[in-house]
């Protein structure tokens, strides 16, 4: 081999978005029940990628095919890393190094998420493939470099996991991994791109065009299909991939063949199909790259020469079966190549499935050829065709070692092979058996009516040849022992016949006849000649049990008169009430075994049931039996806004009689449960200072006069006696009220408390001294589910005190000769009406409030001063004459004269 080329790479712009996908795709295989392993694997550009590029973990979504429905996210994490291996490591030197990166995860596809017949598709984005590839627009993906980025979006769909209410188990294809190679102009290039479906399904290779992501960025959001395409550059497209003559193609069996005839990088996408019984149940998708360079050396392939028909019969022995097939190849006279070339040969089936025909190959498949020489090689073929229906073809393939691959060369041998005669065994008899038993009979009972024709279960088997037969009881799906069936048999060696005896025992109270009366059991018969080519014959026998007749038993209830009603309905409880009734089962049969329980009620288990305060107890024994159902309907365990009707569900079951014939009957009890009787509770207000009065909740009050009101609120409900709260729920005004006290109250039956306040003057704003304010109060009860309330407004008005001057004239005289009359000046006279001494200054309010009063002589002279409005000036010492009073106010003064008279 002769390689003679150098490529320069520049590995710059280490970031998460750098050029680094080759390609990859998606397997889901099948673990066991509904656990799935996912994997995601990525082919990674080493020479061109970032190492900042490898992800440490990858999040795919899950979509419904349907409706494109998002279901769920995943999360892969990375576990191997590997090397893509040459086909022939001497040809690399670094010019292509793909690491294999495999993301994994467990799955639980559960059964009853993972049913629609269109079936799902797991998916995700990841940007971006290499820069410099040549047939699609893949740039730095910078808008300022005016370049269009590409990344690959990885798709796998694949279909539910039940089907028509059964199992639907299936595995993705396992791809085999792609080679390392790389391609060179004008010389033919092919990789086998098929892989392996490990449940047997049919798989279809074509060429798509690669998908692209919905954005540029490194990780773009997984959104669901339809997925933007790449943009291929002018010239390139789905027929012409690569510029190749002939292009890119890829059979129905996944090879991969070309002959490039130009240079560069070019990206391409496989779609497999997965079919089973002749239908699409799934897609995978792989994307790669291939790299194309001048970098083969000249050379011619191998030359392979041979007979091309072949007829053997089963009298040909040793060498008689073989070919001999010559190799030779030109490089081997070439001083370019030091005139050797190393070559080998494989087989390979052609019209039967067999890439690898080992068996007929000599133990040495190499040879290297040096001037000229040529290598002779020995083909053996077998006394027994690979396959019956006419003659199979091999190829038996020389290469070389080319590179990047091997060139090739393929001599196609037709091989008629007579195998060694043989007939088929038979029966004697090969008439189907029909044969029905009453239950409790046998065929070994020798008394059994009516009796079994002669010989009915038995079979004799012979061979002409007397070749050794392999005898199998083949069944439709039971196991022969667990349905009373019994097989006896014996064969001579060499004798060429096979006697056999089928036995049943009809007996449902030892075998399981609950789930199926009728069997079929296959005696299929092969003979074991040389090459084991006929198909096995087989005779059927077909059995059936008759089961005695067992009829249902019957459940009821006492709650209506009416016999073996299915659904009694009507039945109304409140909360606090009781709900009894007896719930019976008979069986016509008055022997059978009888069991009674509780289901459960709508979406509620038996045992959620009895969390609500449900007796039932689960009663078993012979018919008739029966059992008292009881609930105490109590707040503590219902919430009637969630669920306020329960259809109750009672079922006997008779499974444990002679044939443990499973027989059932149901009834339904309809409750409806209504909320508790509530008396509404009471709610009282009294006004406890006599000095105001409180009519229809209405209230009048002088400021400084102190407001106290008593509340009591009581229940009259005692089974059970409700909690009750005592609250004020409002205080409002035309000034929002501050300063009252009241505190709230809680207890059973009856409750109270106070409500106090005695308002100053900064209730009152922007000049205006008379408010408005309304308390409202509340009592409420906890009755659940119909709670009631009694409410009552408290409306008071809160005037100043009216400090007017109407009608006032200060005193001005008084003798202080301690006569008992006038002795003093102050401001104060007699109640002509009650004798009792008052006050007559105005009185203090918000606005005006007395401060001083100041008394002068005629001079000018203070003789006296006070700040008490009680003040009392007797005069002592002081000349009688004119005085000077001044009143002051905190807003106005009084003035004038006063005289002293003695």
């Known amino acids: 081999m002769r390689r003679f ?4 790479l520049c590995l710059c712009g280490l970031q998460a978005n750098a050029s680094h996908i080759v390609g990859g795709e998606f397997e889901l295989l099948h673990i066991s029940g509904s656990t799935y392993r996912l994997n995601l694997i990525i082919y990674f550009d080493k020479i061109n990628g970032a190492v900042g590029a490898k992800d440490p973990s990858a999040t795919a979504s899950i979509f419904r095919k349907s409706t494109n429905t998002f279901i769920s996210s995943v999360v892969l994490l990375l576990s191997s890393e590997s090397n893509v291996a040459y086909t022939q490591l001497e040809c690399s030197s670094g010019e292509i190094i793909t690491d294999r990166l495999v993301y994994t995860t467990t799955l639980n596809l559960s059964p009853s998420l993972f049913n629609e017949p269109e079936g799902y598709y797991v998916t995700w984005e990841r940007c971006c493939r290499n820069y410099a590839i040549t047939n699609i627009y893949s740039d730095d993906p910078d808008p300022q470099n005016g370049g269009i980025s590409a990344g690959q979006t990885f798709l796998l769909e694949f279909p539910p996991v039940v089907k028509d209410g059964k199992p639907f188990l299936n595995s993705s294809p396992r791809l085999f991994p792609p080679l390392n190679d790389y391609a060179c102009p004008g010389r ?14 049919s798989l279809v290779y074509t060429l798509t065009t690669p998908l692209n992501t919905h954005e540029s960025t490194a990780l773009p959001k997984i959104l669901p299909k339809p997925y933007p395409l790449v943009q291929w550059r002018p010239g390139f497209d789905i027929d012409h991939v690569i510029g190749g003559d002939p292009d890119l193609k890829i059979s129905k069996k996944g090879l991969l063949t070309t002959t490039p005839a130009i240079q560069g990088l070019f990206v391409f996408a496989v779609k497999i199909e997965e079919y089973r019984n002749k239908e699409l149940i799934g897609i995978s998708r792989r994307d790669f790259q291939m790299l194309v360079v001048d970098g083969c050396a000249d050379a011619v392939p191998p030359k392979i020469t041979g007979p091309t028909n072949v007829t053997l019969t089963a009298a040909d022995m040793g060498q008689d079966r073989c070919i001999t097939v010559t190799v030779s190849d030109e490089d081997s006279e070439k001083l370019a190549h030091n005139f050797t070339e190393n070559i080998r040969i494989r087989a390979v089936g052609i019209n039967f499935n067999n890439k690898n025909l080992t068996e007929i190959l000599p133990a040495e498949v190499t040879a290297t050829l040096t001037h000229g020489r040529t290598k002779d090689f020995t083909i053996c073929f077998p006394v027994c065709p690979f396959f019956i229906g006419g003659p199979y073809e091999v190829g038996i393939i020389a290469m070389d070692d080319a590179c990047s691959l091997p060139l090739l060369d393929t001599l196609k041998v037709t091989v008629n092979v007579t195998p060694p005669p043989n007939t088929d065994p038979y029966f ?6 029909f044969l029905t038993l009453q239950e409790g009979q046998s065929t070994k009972d020798p008394l059994l009516n009516p009796p079994l024709p002669p010989g009915l279960l038995e079979f004799e088997i012979r061979d002409d040849e007397a070749d050794e037969m392999l005898v199998s009881v083949l069944t439709d799906g039971f196991i022969l022992e667990d349905a009373g069936f019994t097989f006896s048999m014996s064969q001579v060696p060499g004798s060429g016949l096979v006697q056999g005896k089928l036995e049943w025992d009809a007996f449902c109270d030892i075998y399981d006849f609950t789930k199926r009366t009728s069997f079929k059991v296959t005696i299929q018969v092969d003979d074991l000649d040389e090459c084991g080519l006929n198909e096995p014959i087989k005779l059927d026998y077909n059995f059936t049990i008759n089961l005695p007749h067992n009829g249902p038993p019957i459940i009821d209830t006492n709650l209506t008169p009416a016999l073996n009603e299915r659904v009694v309905s009507g039945i109304q409880r409140r909360i606090y009430e009781n709900l009894n009734f007896i719930v019976t089962a008979k069986d016509p049969n008055a022997s059978d075994y009888l069991v009674l329980d509780l289901l459960g009620s709508n979406q509620l ?24 159902f009881n609930w105490n309907l109590n707040c503590d365990k219902l919430d009637l806004d969630k669920q306020d009707s329960f259809d109750l569900q009672f079922l006997v079951v008779d499974s444990l009689n002679k044939c443990r014939i499973y027989q059932a009957d149901t009834v339904e009890v309809e409750v409806k449960v209504l909320p508790p009787l509530n008396a509404m509770p009471l709610l009282t207000v009294n006004n406890l200072n006599s000095d105001m009065k409180m009519v229809n909740n ?15 609120g ?3 409900d005692n089974l059970p006696q409700d909690f009750i709260k005592l609250e004020m729920i409002k205080a409002e005004g035309n000034v929002v009220p501050k300063g009252y006290v009241f505190d709230t109250a809680e207890g059973k039956g009856s409750v109270s408390s106070t409500f106090s306040w005695n308002p100053d003057c900064s209730i009152f704003e922007n000049g205006i001294f008379e408010n408005d304010y309304t308390f409202t109060f509340r009592v409420k009860d906890d009755r659940c589910f119909n709670a009631k309330a009694d409410t009552v407004a408290v409306n008071i008005k809160i005037k100043d005190i009216d400090g007017g001057d109407n009608g006032f004239t200060p005193i001005n005289y008084f003798s202080p000769n301690d006569d008992g009359v006038n002795d003093y000046y102050a401001m104060e006279i007699k109640n002509p009406k009650t004798g009792d001494i008052e006050n007559i200054l105005p009185l203090d309010n918000c606005v005006s409030e007395f401060q001083a009063i100041r008394i002068y002589n005629r001079w000018g002279k203070e003789v006296f001063e006070s700040t008490d409005r009680n003040f009392k000036w007797f005069g002592k010492g002081e000349a009688a004459g004119i005085y000077y009073y001044l009143i002051k106010y905190s807003n106005k003064e ?7 008279r003695y």
């Open 714 to 716: 009581t229940d009259a």
């Open 428 to 433: 004697d008899d090969a008439t189907p058996v």
């Open 188 to 201: 033919p290039y092919y990789v086998d791109f098929a892989g392996i479906d490990d449940d047997g399904d």
């Open 605 to 628: 288990s038996a045992d959620s049931l009895r969390g609500l305060g449900i007796i039932f107890t689960k009663t078993e024994g012979v018919s008739p039996i029966q059992s008292q």
């Open 894 to 900: 009084y003035k004038g004269p006063l005289s002293i």
């Open 5 to 8: 080329f150098i490529v320069l």
């Open 698 to 712: 209405q209230i009048q009050a002088i400021r400084g006069n102190q407001i106290v009101l008593g509340l009591k």
